[in-house]
C-alpha cells in the first residue's frame, strides 16, 4: 500500500519570503501522479499543482512550483513571494495511474504566514 | 473543472441517529467520492459512489454504516447511520473529470455528534 508523508506539521513564513513543504511517499508503482491541495479555513479543498510521474520537468504554477525527485520519491512544494492568502493546511496527495480516483493524502502541514 | 456543493454545510445530531449528506457537480463526471476528515486529521477515502451500483467501499467502512446512493451522474447521497460521537468530522464530497488527473471537492459536511 501507499503511504504519503508530511513531516512537518507546521511552518512559518513572512510574507514575500519563500517557503518550502516536503513530502515523500512510498509506492513500488513506476506510473502516478502527485498532488498538492490547500485547505483554508473555508474548509475548501483546492488543487494547487499537479505532477505526473512520467514527466521530468518539475509542474510550476505562477508562485507555486515543485521539486520532484522520483528516485528519491519526494515531492517538495514551494511557495515563493508568499502571501497572507496562502495561509492554510497543504496536503500532499498520490494516485495510482491504475487505481482511478483514489487519492492517498499526508497528515497535511499547517502554512502560517506571518506580516 | 467541476462546482461541487453540498447540504447540509454542517450539522449537530444527536447519539443513534442518522443524517444524509447531499452532493450535487455541476456538470456530469464519471467518478464521485466520499471523503471523512477527522478534527485535525487528512482526508481518509470512505467510498466511490458508482453511477446504477452498489458503491465500492475502503477497508474500515461498510456498507449499513455509510451508505451510498448515486443515482445519476451529478448526484450523490451519503448516509451516516446509527452515530457515535466518534463520527463527529467532516464529510467532503470529490468528483473526478474524465481523465482522472483532477480530483474537485466539495466545501464539506461539518457533523457534530452528541
Known amino acids: 500500500a501507499q503511504t504519503v508523508t508530511q513531516s512537518q506539521p507546521e511552518m512559518s513564513v513572512q510574507e514575500a519570503e519563500t517557503v518550502t513543504l516536503s513530502c515523500t511517499y512510498d509506492t513500488s508503482e513506476s506510473d502516478y501522479y502527485l498532488f498538492w491541495y490547500k485547505q483554508p479555513p473555508s474548509r475548501q479543498m483546492i488543487l494547487v499543482i499537479r505532477q505526473e510521474a512520467y514527466k521530468q520537468q518539475n509542474a510550476t504554477e505562477n508562485r507555486f512550483s515543485v521539486n520532484f525527485q522520483k528516485a528519491a520519491k519526494s515531492f517538495s512544494l514551494k511557495i515563493s513571494d508568499s502571501q497572507l492568502g496562502d495561509a492554510a493546511m497543504y496536503f500532499c496527495?498520490?494516485?495510482?495511474?491504475?487505481?482511478?480516483?483514489?487519492?492517498?493524502f499526508g497528515a497535511g502541514t499547517q502554512v502560517v504566514v506571518t506580516p | 473543472s467541476a462546482v461541487i456543493s453540498q447540504k447540509p454545510s454542517r450539522d449537530i445530531c444527536q447519539r443513534g441517529t442518522s443524517l444524509t449528506i447531499q452532493c450535487q457537480v455541476d456538470s456530469q463526471v464519471t467518478m464521485m467520492f466520499w471523503y471523512r476528515q477527522q478534527p485535525g486529521q487528512s482526508l481518509t477515502l470512505i467510498a466511490t459512489a458508482n453511477q446504477g451500483s452498489e458503491a465500492t467501499y475502503e477497508s474500515g467502512f461498510v456498507i449499513d454504516k455509510f451508505p451510498i446512493s448515486r443515482p445519476n451522474l451529478t448526484f450523490s447521497t451519503l448516509t451516516v447511520s446509527n452515530m457515535s460521537p466518534e463520527d463527529s468530522s467532516i464529510y467532503l464530497c470529490?468528483?473526478?473529470?474524465?481523465?482522472?488527473?483532477?480530483?474537485?471537492f466539495g466545501p464539506g459536511t461539518r457533523l457534530t455528534v452528541l
Open positions: 470529490s468528483a473526478g473529470t474524465s481523465g482522472y488527473n483532477e480530483q474537485f
Open positions: 496527495a498520490y494516485r495510482s495511474a491504475r487505481v482511478r480516483g483514489k487519492l492517498q
